[in-house]
């Protein structure tokens, strides 16, 4: 598949893509380079101020929450009341990466039946799924809780949508995927419960 063919699956998975120049190929090895629109993401953002907020852990009703202190003004809030923001995504890929890339956006077969667009689905569901698992394995130290709330959530909005495991059983995955990260076991798993639920019940 040749470069312009790449770019016109991505452009059609939501990428925006450019190709570089000869030269600046030759100097960066880089062959294209775009944006998309991410994800709904909580912003480290103070509500009050804008300043950037400090993790901090509350108690709320006996329990450990994942909140915030903000060194500028002295507000203090929950993770739940940062504002959210959907980012936009940067990228630059080689060649390499650029094929991998389509290999990820490879267009299944068009639905023919409800019960195929129904199975495809599930499998997007299912990848979804592994990814996020995926994110909290691979989470830095510093954004270890933080990354799992935020999977969690995600996990639990797709489970709303998508039969793809029972609530249980991704709980249990979410605990050995932070637990492999470094994360203590008791504070992964009420940061992972706590996520999931309010992803399942479509909280905000
Ligand atoms: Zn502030």
Not at 57 to 84: I, N, S, T
Not at 196 to 202: D, H, I, T, W
Request: charged fraction near 30%.
């Amino acid at each position: 598949m040749g470069l312009k063919e790449q770019i016109a699956l991505l452009e059609a998975s939501g990428w925006h893509i450019a190709p570089f120049a000869p030269d600046l190929q030759a100097a960066t090895g880089l062959v294209a380079g775009g944006w998309r629109e991410g994800w709904d993401e909580p912003v480290w953002r103070c509500p009050e101020c804008g300043a950037s907020p400090d993790p901090a852990l509350w108690e709320v009703e006996g329990r450990a929450v994942q909140g915030w202190a903000c060194p500028a003004c002295g507000a203090l809030g929950l993770e739940e009341h940062l504002p959210r923001e959907r980012r936009v995504i940067h990228r630059a890929w080689t060649a390499e990466e650029l094929a991998q890339e389509v290999e990820r956006y490879r267009p299944r077969p068009v639905a023919r039946s409800l019960g195929e667009e129904v199975r495809r689905k599930e499998a997007w569901a299912r990848e979804r799924l592994e990814a996020l698992l995926e994110e909290v394995k691979s989470a830095p130290s510093g954004a270890r809780n933080n990354t799992l709330a935020s999977a969690a959530y995600r996990a639990g909005a797709l489970l709303r949508r998508y039969p793809v495991g029972g609530l249980e059983g991704v709980l249990e995955r979410l605990v050995e995927a932070a637990v492999a990260a470094g994360l203590p076991r008791a504070e992964a798993r009420s940061t992972a419960e706590r996520g999931l639920k309010k992803g399942f019940e479509g909280g905000a």
